[in-house]
């Protein structure tokens, strides 16, 4: 058996989701029928009955659209792991790394985009976190690592991604707005001599419901911590609203956001728990962290439950 044989039978690959590359298909057909559609409005003599400002967004679409679609083509569709190191692909790329010049990964988030950067001598290299089994494929890279390299330091600061921290906002806004979309139309509907009682209360009962849902999800998305830092003896959370601390002895559990939820995973003390939210830098390694600064005793105790 030669060489090449037998690092291909040696060699991993692993590709973007089925539904991941199904929305990147999704959203490239949507951005060239956007380019396309002054051609085509040129070409059918639509331009002339149009009026100048459909004129102006269509063309300003256009624009957006050239600029976006060859970003597409660096995404990172797949990374192969081979006995002698990684290699990536992407459309216009192909980026080929030796273990002995990887030093590091760890995972980043900026403007709410979220991926992992292999640290190496010739250079960082970026895959997606949407790749299929990308927890498996990190955990191969750290155990490549020279010891000691690539593990979560306990003293470390962990910041919320900006553009991250904006969505966080407008989603706190948009469930405020909702709520009262949802008692403005009940006000109207109480004002109407046609809705019989027992609807009103039915509807009433609906609305106390899902206000209470959406107020408790706003409340909690509002006290998303922007910033974690982590000492050898306390958790240091920082709030839009407030800062505070708490002994490691403090820290009860880490388990994972509930669906009603943004996707992350729910730090939970003694008087208070807080959603830490996937646009969090490296949370993956926060996690981490946290999960070995819990105390021995607390853990055994969360595992008896």
């Given at each position: 058996?030669?060489?090449?044989?037998?690092?291909?039978?040696?060699?991993?690959?692993?590709?973007?989701?089925?539904?991941?590359?199904?929305?990147?298909?999704?959203?490239?057909?949507?951005?060239?029928?956007?380019?396309?559609?002054?051609?085509?409005?040129?070409?059918?003599?639509?331009?002339?009955?149009?009026?100048?400002?459909?004129?102006?967004?269509?063309?300003?679409?256009?624009?957006?659209?050239?600029?976006?679609?060859?970003?597409?083509?660096?995404?990172?569709?797949?990374?192969?792991?081979?006995?002698?190191?990684?290699?990536?692909?992407?459309?216009?790329?192909?980026?080929?790394?030796?273990?002995?010049?990887?030093?590091?990964?760890?995972?980043?988030?900026?403007?709410?985009?979220?991926?992992?950067?292999?640290?190496?001598?010739?250079?960082?290299?970026?895959?997606?976190?949407?790749?299929?089994?990308?927890?498996?494929?990190?955990?191969?890279?750290?155990?490549?690592?020279?010891?000691?390299?690539?593990?979560?330091?306990?003293?470390?600061?962990?910041?919320?991604?900006?553009?991250?921290?904006?969505?966080?906002?407008?989603?706190?806004?948009?469930?405020?707005?909702?709520?009262?979309?949802?008692?403005?139309f009940f006000l109207q509907l109480s004002s109407d001599q046609v809705t019989s009682k027992s609807d009103m209360i039915i509807l009433l009962a609906f609305c106390l419901a899902l206000t209470g849902c959406i107020l408790w999800r706003t409340f909690i998305i509002l006290l998303m911590p922007r910033c974690i830092q982590l000492t050898e003896s306390f958790l240091r959370v920082e709030t839009l609203f407030f800062s505070?601390?708490?002994?490691?002895?403090?820290?009860?559990?880490?388990?994972?956001?509930?669906?009603?939820?943004?996707?992350?995973?729910?730090?939970?003390?003694?008087?208070?728990?807080?959603?830490?939210?996937?646009?969090?830098?490296?949370?993956?390694?926060?996690?981490?962290?946290?999960?070995?600064?819990?105390?021995?005793?607390?853990?055994?105790?969360?595992?008896?439950?």
């Open positions: 058996m030669t060489n090449q044989d037998k690092s291909s039978e040696l060699s991993v690959d692993y590709r973007l989701k089925s539904m991941v590359m199904a929305r990147i298909l999704a959203e490239l057909t949507v951005f060239s029928i956007l380019l396309a559609l002054p051609l085509v409005a040129f070409l059918q003599g639509w331009f002339a009955s149009m009026e100048q400002a459909w004129i102006i967004v269509l063309f300003v679409l256009a624009l957006l659209s050239a600029a976006m679609i060859p970003v597409y083509g660096f995404i990172t569709w797949r990374v192969r792991v081979t006995e002698t190191g990684l290699v990536t692909r992407s459309i216009f790329q192909t980026q080929t790394r030796d273990w002995r010049t990887i030093k590091g990964i760890s995972r980043r988030s900026n403007f709410n985009w979220q991926r992992y950067v292999v640290e190496s001598e010739d250079g960082d290299i970026v895959f997606p976190i949407w790749l299929k089994d990308v927890d498996k494929l990190v955990l191969t890279i750290k155990s490549r690592l020279p010891q000691g390299v690539g593990l979560p330091s306990p003293f470390r600061r962990f910041s919320q991604d900006p553009i991250s921290l904006v969505f966080q906002i407008g989603q706190a806004l948009m469930g405020i707005a909702l709520t009262i979309i949802f008692w403005v505070k601390e708490y002994a490691w002895d403090e820290i009860r559990k880490v388990t994972e956001s509930i669906p009603l939820l943004p996707e992350g995973f729910v730090i939970k003390t003694g008087r208070q728990n807080f959603l830490i939210g996937s646009g969090m830098d490296a949370a993956d390694e926060l996690l981490a962290t946290i999960r070995k600064k819990i105390p021995a005793e607390i853990a055994v105790k969360n595992k008896e439950k």
